[in-house]
């Protein structure tokens, strides 16, 4: 909440990994490590640090080296500052919950969290590569969805009983008659965006809004509704 404050109250200023990381620090942890889960876009600030260290190249780089340019991803890019006059002719306005225009925002802010802008169609396209072994191996793939449990950290066994899981990176839901659809929500100041891809239908689909709107999207009936219509599956009714 500090840190949210600070961005709402400079909204241009520029912010380094580090200096985002300071206002982790001032917090309290919420739980002894190793016996909860929770969220956290400061681990993917961490972890982009960790890769730079290791490698000694920057992160915007090696996107570009390991997805961006293989997947032939033209309308994908990571932006870690405030956003250019040309890039914003090409943009659609991003607007917070009171309806303002926030797009004067640095996203360098957000960082490795938060800071992609791609076209849904670019995103839809690198989906399929993770689930058609283009970006991982089959290994990899295998590691990456391997789901926990988000009360205790535990692994668990995918199953139909289970409506969502946290594996990593992505979330797991189970939706009957639909069955498993792997999920990964979110967005920054002014938009949100969620990619699902169903396991059974091999059908995926993105969905993008200029407004942080996470409550509309992630409705129970909201994706079942978009998988009856694209692949003719008939939804059963949740509560």
């Not at 640095?106 to 399929?128: E, P, R, Y």
């Not at 449990?149 to 946290?166: K, P, R, V, W, Y």
């Not at 999207?217 to 949740?238: A, D, Q, V």
């Amino acid at each position: 909440k500090l840190f949210q404050a600070a961005v709402r109250n400079n909204p241009t200023k520029s912010w380094s990994s580090s200096k985002v990381l300071t206002y982790v620090n001032r917090s309290p942890l919420l739980y002894k490590p190793g016996t909860d889960f929770n969220y956290s876009d400061s681990n993917y600030i961490i972890l982009s640090m960790i890769i730079e260290k290791a490698s000694k190249k920057s992160f915007s780089s090696l996107l570009k080296q390991n997805i961006i340019s293989p997947l032939h991803l033209k309308h994908t890019f990571y932006i870690t500052r405030s956003y250019s006059k040309k890039e914003l002719k090409r943009m659609a306005t991003g607007y917070d919950q009171a309806n303002n225009n926030i797009m004067a925002i640095n996203m360098s802010q957000a960082g490795a969290a938060a800071s992609m802008v791609a076209t849904t169609k670019d995103t839809a396209l690198f989906v399929k590569a993770i689930f058609t072994n283009h970006l991982l191996n089959k290994k990899q793939l295998k590691i990456m969805l391997t789901p926990y449990s988000t009360s205790s950290g535990l692994q668990m066994t995918a199953n139909l009983n289970m409506f969502e899981t946290f594996a990593l990176g992505i979330d797991q839901n189970w939706y009957p008659k639909i069955g498993l659809v792997w999920n990964k929500p979110g967005g920054t100041y002014g938009f949100f965006s969620s990619a699902n891809y169903s396991v059974k239908h091999h059908v995926i689909i993105v969905i993008a809004a200029n407004k942080w709107v996470p409550s509309a999207f992630m409705n129970r009936n909201f994706i079942p509704t978009l998988y009856r219509i694209i692949s003719k599956t008939e939804p059963s009714k949740h509560t």
